[in-house]
């Protein structure tokens, strides 16, 4: 992410160290791993709920289209249309069951 080497945090940790003293310098480095800890989980719940949002924005959009509509439409028609009368087949002299005795 960032394309620190060792030798860029070797000398971020000697300068702290210098800095801060080797008193300070454990709590530092753990209060600055709970902050980086946190901003992580911040910005990974945030690109979930933007990434939910834009799928559901799409779906929403692919829902309202006007092709989509006009189909949801005629089948509906269709639907509600009168039924077509129902025929019974013919069967053919041999499926009815005559027997030539």
């Known amino acids: 992410m960032f394309d620190i080497g060792f030798s860029e945090l070797l000398l971020v940790g000697l300068v702290a160290l210098l800095v801060l003293g080797p008193e300070r310098l454990p709590v530092a480095a753990r209060t600055a791993g709970q902050w980086m800890a946190k901003v992580k989980r911040t910005v990974s ?27 949801e439409d ?13 025929t019974t087949p013919v069967l053919p002299a041999a499926a009815r069951g005559s027997s030539q005795s």
Do not use: M, T
């Open 45 to 71: 719940q945030l690109q979930a709920q933007v990434e939910s949002e834009i799928g559901a924005a799409e779906l929403r959009e692919h829902l309202n289209n006007p092709s989509l509509r006009q189909l």
């Open 74 to 86: 005629d089948l509906r028609r269709g639907i509600v249309a009168e039924p077509a009368p129902v």
